[in-house]
């Protein structure tokens, strides 16, 4: 007998882990669509205002109208249930209304973000078979791509029906499929139907209590599946989505201001962009922001770090959401208190209705309360599987023991129970790590790596220093270390699966066991800086700003082209850095201008013009950066 067979709980504990624990039944509208609930907001604000973007409104009335001109034009290319329909663009009106309009045609949509490599955009359309490509006006269509390709703003959409579309769909359909990253170097398609989505925000258990009144941001990508919770949370109950531009999100004082601005009531943050969003909000003077609601997902919150916004916003609602694409956005729920602030764990919470979840060993036993084990989900979020990944869902979405006939996922994240039926999360059992809130596969990483030129091996690890944010290192063996790996990496991968650092090693160090010593990396220090540069400051300014970004980012030498961010900078670490040189020179840069002036040589280009600004404005900006230069030091201490 193997003694990993043997079930040693005693049947009150499995009884209060299945019953107790995992009490989340709940009844939910089953043969809803997402479309149909869209409509019937429809139906009660026609002319209420349902999306902002960049100064520009739109009424529930006239976004369904402009999606059902686009859903019939789909129509008229015998979109069906099943059928996949890309959508390449940028957060928009046109993005949204091109979602719907996928729906209202019988389709499932692909969001697929502009900004990703060629050869990441062909690969998801080719794998997913994609038969017609929606665009904006500003994403040319791939050359890979042979179907029907519709431009949003084409002016000949006007001539399509405004009427809502006859419904083909169940709520078993298809709704969207959302790519994530892959072990084996390719993404891998995650399908999620419309009952997943319809039950996480309508059943007879709720716990929000979300309205029409409510203004939500549209903050994340498309492709990121937090941005499916903001996009319906708003508009299937008759809300109000703000829509939330890339330079927008990375300057948190600009961020800080839309949030005022419009009197945003439901805010949605990885932690990473939050703890900027404090940074930020520390400097100001006010206190009158109107949200009800701050809800954390996509990576592990540091609970201790909350304190500050609570006493600022005691009314404030606090909760963090463990998630998983897979099993449609949320999982746990946990609302976080001054006490939570108090401790070290990593609380995710108690599963949402119509989601039970399950801490097993490698045998699939059930785990008592303070073992851990691997974190399984089960019930009506769970996804449909992989597209065209058979071996893979098996291996991922298996029979649930514990209920017969339900699937569960194997989420490959460790946890395990508290006595109260709440979750501690304790981090990844394999290589998935999660980096500004995206789930990253680092074999993936290791795989694009092993493609280039003179690479012989290569590992990528994530590094945390004290009171600094998570990144990615790749340890590189390579035969001549003068490829620009980031730039050649770039083609492949999108910006965020991109190391910040690449360190060259003569050999990867190995346990005795025979497996990688990571800590040995970790712990390897790099010869001559880890980046190459060629081109060396020459002037005195030049000069002392590549002191300045060395000593910032913790690097010994630099050159005039070398970008800050794939250095190792961040945004915590930009604003320091902006303190710095606005005192050195008596500038007034903007965290902005570090985005689009990154490197030495045009940041350089920048500072004397500011120099033209008044002692007053830049005395104030100094004073503000001081501020947040408090706020960042001194945070750990308090």
Same mark, same amino acid.
């Given at each position: ?18 019953? #107790? +624990? ?7 509208? =089953? ?14 604000? %026609? ?34 249930? $099943? ?7 940028? =957060? ?45 006006? &500003? ?19 006007? &001539? ?15 709704? *969207? ?55 319906? @949370?708003?508009?299937?109950? $008759? ?13 948190? &004082? ?19 962009? +939050? ?17 009800? *609601?701050? /809800? ?13 916004? =609570? ?11 463990? $998630? ?9 729920f946990k609302e976080i208190t001054l006490d939570d602030m108090d401790t ?31 974190? *399984?989900?089960?019930? =009506? ?14 291996? %991922? ?7 017969? @006939? ?5 989420? $490959? ?11 501690? *999360?304790?981090? %990844? ?6 980096? !500004?809130?995206? %789930?990253?596969?680092?074999?993936? #990483? ?9 690479? !012989? ?82 002037? &005195?300014?030049?000069? !002392? ?7 910032n980012i913790g690097i010994d030498t630099i050159g005039m082209d070398d ?36 490197? /030495?040589?045009? /940041? ?35």
């Amino acid at each position: 007998m193997n003694l990993t067979d043997l079930n040693f709980m005693s049947s009150a504990e499995r009884e209060k882990i299945l019953q #107790i +624990f995992n009490d989340t039944d709940a009844d939910y509208p =089953k043969d809803l669509t997402i479309h149909k609930a869209f409509e019937q907001q429809v139906q009660q604000r %026609r002319n209420e205002i349902a999306v902002v973007s960049e100064g520009e409104e739109i009424t529930y009335g006239q976004l369904n109208e402009r999606a059902n001109q686009l859903a019939a034009s789909l129509r008229k290319h015998n979109i069906q249930p $099943g059928h996949i329909v890309g959508i390449l663009a940028d =957060k928009s009106m046109d993005m949204i209304a091109g979602i719907l309009a996928v729906l209202k045609a019988g389709g499932a949509y692909m969001p697929i973000d502009p900004s990703y490599p060629q050869e990441r955009i062909e690969y998801m359309l080719q794998d997913s078979g994609a038969t017609s490509l929606l665009l904006d006006e &500003h994403s040319p269509a791939p050359d890979c791509f042979k179907g029907n390709v519709i431009a949003m703003n084409d002016p000949d959409l006007i &001539h399509e029906s405004i009427s809502n579309p006859e419904h083909v769909n169940h709520s078993s359909d298809l709704a *969207y499929i959302i790519y994530t990253s892959g072990s084996t170097g390719k993404p891998k398609g995650v399908m999620i139907e419309h009952r997943n989505v319809i039950r996480l925000f309508f059943n007879d258990r709720n716990l929000f209590d979300f309205s029409s009144t409510d203004v939500w941001t549209l903050f994340h990508s498309c492709c990121f599946d937090f941005s499916v919770w903001e996009m319906y @949370g708003a508009l299937l109950h $008759g809300g109000k989505l703000i829509v939330i531009k890339l330079d927008t999100a990375r300057d948190p &004082h600009a961020f800080l201001k839309i949030l005022r601005q419009h009197q945003v009531t439901i805010l949605n943050q990885t932690p990473t962009a +939050f703890y900027q969003l404090l940074v930020a909000e520390a400097s100001s003077r006010e206190r009158d922001l109107f949200l009800r *609601y701050i /809800i954390f997902g996509g990576e592990a919150l540091l609970l201790s770090k909350l304190k500050e916004w =609570k006493q600022w916003y005691p009314h404030t609602k606090l909760i963090n959401m463990y $998630g998983i694409t897979e099993t449609t956005v949320h999982v746990t729920f946990k609302e976080i208190t001054l006490d939570d602030m108090d401790t070290s764990i990593s609380n995710i919470g108690k599963p949402i209705p119509t989601l039970k979840v399950y801490v097993l060993d490698s045998s699939m036993n059930l785990l008592p309360v303070g073992v851990q084990g691997e974190l *399984y989900v089960s019930g =009506k979020g769970v996804a449909r599987g992989y597209l065209n990944r058979p071996d893979l869902t098996r291996e %991922r979405f298996i029979d649930n023991p514990f209920e017969p @006939g339900t699937m569960m996922y194997r989420t $490959g994240d460790l946890a395990r129970w508290l006595p109260n039926g709440e979750l501690e *999360y304790l981090g %990844r059992a394999d290589q998935q790590v999660k980096i !500004r809130g995206y %789930r990253i596969e680092l074999g993936e #990483i290791e795989v694009e790596l092993m493609k280039l030129d003179g690479v !012989r091996e290569a590992i990528v690890l994530t590094k945390q220093e004290e009171e600094q944010l998570p990144q990615l290192i790749a340890y590189i063996v390579a035969d001549r270390a003068t490829v620009d790996f980031g730039s050649q990496l770039s083609k492949a991968l999108p910006s965020y699966m991109i190391p910040a650092q690449f360190i060259y090693v003569p050999s990867i160090p190995m346990t005795i066991n025979g497996k990688v010593d990571k800590q040995a990396l970790l712990e390897y220090k790099p010869q001559n800086g880890e980046k190459t540069t060629c081109s060396p400051p020459q002037t &005195h300014m030049e000069k !002392r700003l590549a002191e300045l970004w060395k000593s910032n980012i913790g690097i010994d030498t630099i050159g005039m082209d070398d970008r800050y961010f794939d250095l190792g900078g961040d945004s915590i670490r930009a604003i320091q850095l902006l303190h710095s040189m606005n005192r050195e020179f008596n500038s007034n840069l903007q965290l902005g201008d570090l985005y689009r002036y990154d490197s /030495i040589r045009t /940041i350089s280009q920048q500072i004397k013009p500011f120099n033209t600004h008044s002692d007053d404005a830049k005395q104030s900006k100094i004073q503000q950066l001081d501020q947040l230069k408090e706020q960042i030091l001194g945070g750990g201490k308090r």
